[in-house]
T-cell receptor, first 112, second 110 residues
Framework: QKEVEQDPGPLSVPEGAIVSLNCTYSNSAFQYFMWYRQYSRKGPELLMY????GNKEDGRFTAQVDKSSKYISLFIRDSQPSDSATYLCAMSARRANSKLTFGKGITLSVRP | EAQVTQNPRYLITVTGKKLTVTCSQN?????MSWYRQDPGLGLRQIYYSMNVEVTDKGDVPEGYKVSRKEKRNFPLILESPSPNQTSLYFC?????????FGPGTRLTVL
């Protein structure tokens, strides 16, 4: 079993839809959970950052972490064509200035 | 502007011809890292550096070298590139909360 598994996609939704992106992991040492967004021909950019279990909301984006199930999610409300990108989950046992383990990424397309 | 820069952005080379991809950051970060990104495999860490003169292997270090003589620079060296090193390469630097990625270098080894 890989340390981090992410739904492979791709995913295509109509504008305005609620999008749910998920990752599971096997390493109990992971404490820091991140979602990165990567536009075509660009480097990944941090979208959401969560420590331990719980929810975090930022505008249309909500990150959820369930450490008991080793499951993290990213929800996008009222999705926009500008949200079309590849989304990567990432996790680490320590802070961001240490080894991050990434999911393979899922490509999201939001249709106008 | 806070950023990570990489050069070159695109490179086509031939098997066995030594090359260096440069990486520089202007955020005074101690931690820097190199990744490669391949379809179906995601981002995999090649090497990382916790500080000047301190480097260590990541998950896929074979065929690569790095050096960290200055805090801001972390070059990636391919002494004898092979076709299986054709990939998209990202350099990153990090503070406590975030890894900042460069724009990427697309390398093709013929």
């Amino acid at each position: 079993q890989k340390e981090v598994e992410q739904d492979p996609g791709p995913l295509s939704v109509p504008e305005g839809a609620i999008v749910s992106l998920n990752c599971t992991y096997s390493n109990s040492a992971f404490q820091y959970f991140m979602w990165y967004r990567q536009y075509s021909r660009k480097g990944p950019e941090l979208l959401m950052y969560t420590y331990s279990s719980g929810n975090k909301e930022d505008g249309r984006f909500t990150a959820q972490v369930d450490k008991s199930s080793k499951y993290i999610s990213l929800f996008i409300r009222d999705s926009q064509p500008s949200d079309s990108a590849t989304y990567l989950c990432a996790m680490s046992a320590r802070r961001a200035n240490s080894k991050l383990t990434f999911g393979k990424g899922i490509t999201l397309s939001v249709r106008p | 502007e806070a950023q990570v820069t990489q050069n070159p952005r695109y490179l086509i080379t031939v098997t066995g011809k030594k090359l260096t991809v440069t990486c520089s950051q202007n955020m005074n970060h101690e931690y820097m890292s190199w990744y490669r990104q391949d379809p179906g495999l995601g981002l995999r860490q090649i090497y990382y550096s916790m500080n000047v003169e301190v480097t260590d292997k990541g998950d896929v270090p074979e065929g690569y070298k790095v050096s960290r003589k200055e805090k801001r620079n972390f070059p990636l060296i391919l002494e004898s590139p092979s076709p299986n090193q054709t990939s998209l390469y990202f350099c990153a630097s990090a503070d406590y909360n975030e890894q900042f990625f460069g724009p990427g270098t697309r390398l093709t080894v013929l």
